[in-house]
């Protein structure tokens, strides 16, 4: 949820004019806002185009849809075109393509395909038909996550036999550790995910403490952001590291201890692809043994995942904030949100979908 109560103009031009002389004393900047919410509220109010040249904001891997591998679109597809079986899944996915098309084009077919708004909605249509079997695909990050995972504990209270999960979560702050390593990006500091950490807490980002990086916890309004920048840049003149809160009426620094039980609960970590960026050690999550049969992958040969993007696309640079969306080649042209070819194109937070909203030219 945005807050528009912190909305103040007279202050935002305040602190964009502070933002631009605390970044001419620290040089060329690149700060990279983690969340796919940042980065279109970011589009939306034009503060890029606000701040000085040697400010660079570049988009990081926090879109959920857009990380996806490949083949759990080809599963859902492949599962949308069995008779007896209908696919639950979240908007966003719904025209994310795979080798075999998308969903949406597997419903055009016939395929039996819905959007829910959440993990309980699948257990009530479930629970509501119980002849007929169905599939949700449980795609997102720790804001979702525990959602899910009271779910499945549900679906195993109740003893449900006709409702599956297709699992594909990833946990952010794992990412985290590889954006700091990558030496070719270098980055200064990070605009951390509001929504995420109010789950996870500070403990999850020990490697911006490792790395001596500094990161600003934030929300999604337009002073939330200027404020997260403007403390950040603070951070970086002064020679600081670490997590600062700038978010503390939803984030503590424990972050939401019963959330994190009810995934430890259900979930196992596992070493997962992130499309476009590859393997990242313990950064999905995995059926414990005890729900292991409500995973849809138990019943069907789904394919290795690898971390493959449609041919010219360039969405994994883009997501590991290597490239502008709109030095994609395909950007503006070939992808289009009526046509996408890469999955940062499809979702509502995927770094091209702002971009060609917001701030592309022409």
């Keep these: ?60 891997p926090g879109c959920p849809v857009c990380v996806t591998p490949e083949e759990v679109i080809d599963a859902a597809v492949y599962c949308a075109r069995q008779t007896d079986c209908t696919v639950l899944s979240f908007g966003d996915m719904l025209r994310v393509p795979g080798r075999n098309g998308s969903l949406d084009t597997a419903r055009s077919y016939g395929g039996s395909v819905e959007v829910v708004t959440s ?72 605009i951390l995910p509001g929504h995420v950490s109010a789950i996870t807490g500070f403990e999850a980002y020990r ?74 050690p313990s950064s999905g999550l995995t059926f414990k043994e005890k729900y292991r049969r409500f995973d849809v992958r138990e019943k069907l040969a789904i394919p290795k995942e690898d971390t493959s993007m449609p041919k010219g696309c360039s969405c994994g640079e883009v997501l590991k904030g290597k490239l502008p969306p709109d030095q994609c080649p395909l950007f503006g042209t070939t992808c289009i949100p009526d046509n996408p070819v890469g999955p940062c194109m499809v979702s509502s937070e995927g770094s091209c979908a702002a971009y060609y909203k917001y701030e592309r030219n022409g």
């Design 119 to 190: 993990a309980l909605d699948a257990l009530r249509m479930a629970k509501e038909n119980p002849k007929r079997k169905y599939v949700f695909v449980a795609v997102g990050f720790e804001t979702t996550i525990p959602g899910i995972a009271r779910t499945v504990e549900l679906t195993a209270d109740m003893n449900m036999s006709n409702l599956y999960y297709l699992l594909s979560v990833r946990t952010v702050p794992n990412v985290l550790e590889v954006l700091c390593s990558d030496s070719d990006l270098k980055i200064s500091g990070f």
């Design 1 to 60: 949820m945005i807050d528009r109560e912190f909305d103040n103009p007279d202050l935002a031009r305040r602190m964009i004019s502070e933002i631009t002389a605390l970044s001419s004393s620290c040089g060329n900047l690149v700060i990279m806002e983690v969340c796919g919410t940042h980065t279109m509220e970011i589009g939306r109010l034009g503060i890029r185009s606000l701040l000085p040249g040697s400010l660079r904001l570049v988009s990081g």
């Design 207 to 280: 490697a911006l403490y490792t790395h001596a990086i500094p990161g600003v916890i934030t929300g999604f309004s337009p002073l939330d952001i200027l404020g997260g920048l403007h403390r950040l840049l603070t951070m970086i003149s002064k020679g600081m590291s670490g997590v600062e809160n700038m978010y503390p009426r939803f984030v503590r620094h424990e972050g939401n201890p019963s959330a994190r039980h009810c995934m430890e609960k259900i979930f196992d970590p596992v070493d997962a692809v992130w499309r476009g960026i590859g393997v990242i």
